[in-house]
């Protein structure tokens, strides 16, 4: 879409006050497809949109006034692009899923995984991992729970970068292992692709980036689960912490290894 032609639609959408680079990502992601299922969401769930909080290569996530259960919320709404995504990489993640598998198609494989992801964060949140809550889904678009303070979103881990080494970061590191536990015992899944860039820090860490995240009779659950693991040891021992990637496997999986490794 062309930025000269944003105005009307920014409008519709009761777009809050952004700046032009803000401007510039909303006409890359609004395609007449998003669009319509923006204004189906915004009569329901938003407010007023706001400025933009990432931007990335599958997804872009803007902030938004919403509403959810008649109380009002700051959200977080992540469109992913259709145009740009790389299904290829989706697929691993999607075939082995007995949720999914059945309904695969080049078409829809978009808006499958805006749905994965939004089932995956259901899940998990269930089952008291801290996640963003997940408020609703249509087709490219995912609404979830906001997470940061006055429309600015909490830094990941890596962002945080040496300013981490000033807060508790055992404390933090035995929450973020707990919620890995909890993610594979109670929510029986398996994150996939955590690490430090997707693990936010706010008063405590919140995983986030679901999307990729399987079940854990997925064949390659319990490989991804020691790759998480392995990323989370990794960055956290550049902090000082020494301890075994074997050791935090047993104390996430416990006795319902039924896989092997």
């Given at each position: 879409m062309r930025v000269e032609d944003l105005d009307r639609y920014l409008d519709k959408l009761r777009i809050k006050e952004i700046?032009?680079?803000?401007?510039?990502?909303y006409?890359?992601?609004?395609?007449?497809?998003?669009?319509?299922?923006?204004?189906?969401?915004?009569?329901?769930f938003i407010k007023a949109m706001g400025g933009v909080v990432s931007t990335g290569k599958e997804?872009?996530?803007?902030y938004a006034d919403g509403i959810f259960e008649g109380k009002e919320v700051a959200m977080a709404v992540k469109i992913y692009r259709i145009e740009t995504s790389s299904f290829d990489k989706m697929d691993e993640y999607?075939?082995?899923?007995?949720?999914?598998e059945h309904r695969i198609s080049a078409k829809e494989k978009i808006y499958l995984w805006t749905e994965k992801e939004f089932r995956n964060l259901e899940r998990a949140f269930d089952s008291g991992v801290r996640v963003p809550k997940p408020y609703a889904y249509l087709r490219n678009v995912l609404l979830m729970e906001f997470i940061g303070e006055n429309e600015t979103p909490a830094p990941t881990l890596v962002e945080l970068g040496k300013e981490l080494a000033e807060l508790d970061v055992e404390k933090i590191f035995d929450e973020v292992v707990e919620d890995v536990r909890k993610l594979f015992q109670k929510a029986e899944l398996v994150h996939a692709d955590l690490s430090e860039y997707n693990i936010m820090l706010l008063e405590n860490p919140v995983i986030i980036d679901m999307g990729q995240a399987v079940l854990k009779d997925h064949p390659l659950a319990i490989s991804y689960l020691r790759r998480d693991i392995r990323n989370v040891v990794r960055?956290?021992?550049?902090?000082?912490?020494?301890?075994?990637?074997e050791e935090i496997f047993e104390e996430i999986v416990g006795e319902s290894n039924e896989n092997g490794d």
């Open positions: 700046g032009e680079e803000d401007r510039k990502i006409a890359e992601v609004l395609d007449q497809r998003t669009l319509k299922t923006l204004y189906k969401l915004s009569t329901k997804a872009n996530v803007f999607i075939f082995g899923d007995r949720r999914f960055f956290f021992s550049k902090f000082g912490l020494r301890v075994s990637e």
